[in-house]
Every structure is written in C-alpha cells, then in structure tokens.
C-alpha cells in the first residue's frame, strides 16, 4: 500500500525558488508540447520527436514530461464525459534521476531534497522539516524514490510517497454496516453513534466568510475531526466494513433556503468522500475488507420487515408502517447497508448465515424487492418527503 505525504518547502531561499521556477516553466511547456503532439491518436512518442522539443531542459527531463504527458493523454481518453484536452497546469511527477531524499544531518532542518534542475549537472539542496504526522512514515515506511513537485500560488510543496506491505485480510471478525449522516457523522449497525459534534462542525464554517482565515481554519478543525472519528471505528475485531458508495449522498432534513442548501450539500459530500477515503485506508491498514454498496431506499426500508415506505424515515427516527418497528434513522440505515452486503455475498455455511439470520428475518429480502417493484411501477421513483429527495 501507498501513502502520500505532502512537506512544505518554504525554507528554500529566494534563488532556489528561482530555479524551481524556470524549471516548472520548461516542464509545463515540454508536457503540453508533447500532448499536442499524442493527441493525433498517439500513445507514446519517438526519441527524435521527444528532443525535437526546443528547451534547456535535458533529455532526461524530456522524457520524464513525455511520460508525464502520455499518463495525462490515456486517463484523459478514458474519461467518459471529456471535453477538450485540457492544458497541464499541474505537479511535477520526478523520478529518482531527479530528486533523492537525504536526512538532515543539523538539528534546523529534518531532510535536504536534492533536485536536479536547468542546472545541468549541478543539484539544488533545499531543506524541509518533517511533522509529527509524517515522523512515523519516514521510520516505519519505505520512502519509495522520487517525488513530486507542487506549486499553490507561491507556495511550494514535496510531495512523497511512501510504501509498506498491506497486511493480509483478516477472516476472523464481525461485519458491520456503517451509515454516514448529518447529525451523527457515523452510526454503525453494531449500535455505535461517532462524531456527535459535526453538525456543529459544520455549522460554524457556514458561519464564516467563504476564503476567509476563520473559514479555512474552520475547515481544518472539521478535517481534524473526520480523522479522529474515522479511527474509532473497531477496526480490531472487524474483518468487514460496508459503506455506501458516494454516488447518492443523503440530503438535508430541514427545509432550508436554496442557497444554504447548496453550500451545505457541497460541504457535506465533501465530508462524505473525505470520511470514506480515510476510512478506506484504514481497513487497509488494519486488514479489514472494504465494500461500498448502491444505496437505494437504506433510509426508507425497515430492517425488520423489509417494508419500504418514504413515510418511515422522519427525520431523525424510523418508524415503520408496516410492522411497527421504531428506532434511530441512522441506525436502521446502516442495518440496510449490512444486509445489501450480506445478500449479495455467495453463502458460506456457517458465519455469515448465521450473522444473517440473527439479525433479519427471512421474509425480509422478498418484501423488500416487493416493495421496491411496485414503487418503480408507480413512476414514484424518488418520493420526496420535507421537501428532501431520498437516497
Ligand atoms: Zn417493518
């Protein structure tokens, strides 16, 4: 597995930057020339057509743009909804001929980059510092070689990667659905509620002008915290975790005016997509599979009967039409997300029939599917309840 830790380099002096500068210059412009030239349905480029790029960069930058430019060339025609080829304003992918990483031998500093420039024949020495977060990478991890080169206005970052075996997936264990919501930023099916002090979060960066200090340190405190709740999940006696896929995030409870509506549900499906990408790695981490699912109706579907009705869910509490069962939404939710996993995976004997049969009933599946057929047939495919569409 790989992780990716970015070190600012704003203890390099005005001349070095300089250097950085003219270099970024000339790669941006080598990459883009390239592109030109692979977007006549090419997929690579010839030594002559790479040297036939009129800078003072070497040949062997050349080429690391020319490679550069033919990843940015093949994700670009995978994707889907492409518009024009866009211009490569981005980080610089250097590979071990450019830049190595040496440990700091004084005390000011943790560790010197040595990278190559237009200076050819001659490295540039700038000096980083590492944090407390990434300590443990540089100790417990395999720097792998190279780097990555990023500029944010006039600021510039080392971006590193770092390599470590992934553990083996654990076969012992429970499976738990886990359900990410507004009030609380995790319920689990296991009956635990983390992260009570999101929407609190969330409401104190509404608060702030957009772009201002208070905005973005606003920003941070929230991304602090997604951390710190994605790591209580029971990663130790779990070797499966399901989650819904991002695609179809829940939205707001409260009528809202359009606008704060807009901001929060960008806000939030930016927290989801945070939450799950750390959670992600972190069963990674811990060997713990990790499942996403498609929601479809996990709030509205009771997880006793399987009756799906848009009136059970009522903001915070479920209480379902049909057999009367009533708890917390989320928790309910994150029961359907527990039992889509279990019904799609091929039965194994003994386990995960058991998990199943515990906590459902068996008439559950067939009234779901029921349910959800006459609902397609009514053309009342996305009911709407408080003015809020359903997942
Ligand atoms: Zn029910």
Redesign the pocket.
């Known amino acids: 597995m790989l992780r990716s830790l970015k070190f600012n380099l704003k203890f390099a002096n005005k001349r070095k930057i300089q250097l950085l500068q003219e270099l970024e210059l000339e790669y941006k412009k080598a990459v883009n020339y390239y592109l030109k030239l692979l977007s006549n349905n090419r997929y690579f480029l010839s030594q002559e057509e790479i040297k036939s790029f009129n800078s003072p960069l070497s040949y062997a930058f050349k080429q690391c743009a020319e490679r550069q430019a033919v990843k940015i060339w093949k994700s670009w025609r995978k994707c889907k909804k492409r518009g024009k080829l866009p211009e490569f304003d981005g980080t610089l992918i250097l590979d071990q001929r450019f830049i190595t990483i040496e440990r700091s031998k004084t005390l000011t500093f943790d560790y010197w980059m040595r990278v190559s420039t237009l200076n050819k024949g001659k490295r540039t020495l700038i000096p980083f510092r590492s944090y407390n977060y990434a300590n443990k990478y540089f100790t417990e991890w395999k720097l792998v070689n190279g780097g990555r080169i990023k500029r944010d206005g006039n600021n510039w970052f080392l971006l590193l990667t770092f390599e470590k075996e992934t553990p083996k997936k654990k076969k012992e264990g429970k499976i738990i659905g886990v359900d990410i919501g507004i009030k609380k930023l995790i319920t689990t099916s296991e009956k635990e509620f983390l992260g009570k002090d999101i929407e609190r979060l969330m409401n104190k960066i509404q608060k702030k002008q957009q772009g201002s200090k208070a905005f973005k340190r606003a920003l941070k405190e929230r991304d602090y915290y997604i951390n710190k709740i994605a790591k209580q999940l029971p990663y130790n006696d779990t070797k499966v975790i399901v989650m819904e896929n991002i695609k179809n995030i829940k939205k707001n409870t409260k009528k809202e005016k359009k606008l704060r509506k807009e901001f929060r549900s960008k806000f939030q499906r930016w927290t989801y997509a945070k939450l799950l990408s750390r959670i992600k790695q972190l069963c990674e981490l811990n060997g713990v599979h990790f499942h996403t699912i498609n929601p479809a109706y996990t709030s509205q579907t009771?997880s006793?009967?399987g009756?799906v009705h848009r009136l059970n869910r009522c903001g915070e509490m479920f209480s379902?039409r049909?057999?009367g069962?009533t708890e917390d939404a989320d928790f309910v939710a994150s029961e359907n997300i527990l039992k889509a996993y279990l019904a799609q995976e091929p039965m194994v004997p003994g386990r995960v029939k058991a998990q199943m049969s515990n906590h459902f009933s068996k008439g559950y599946n067939q009234c779901r599917e029921e349910m959800l057929r006459r609902i397609e047939e009514s053309g009342d495919t996305h009911p709407v309840m408080d003015g809020r569409s359903i997942r």
Request: glycine share 0%; net charge positive.
């Open positions: 009771c006793k009967c009756s379902c049909n057999c069962y």
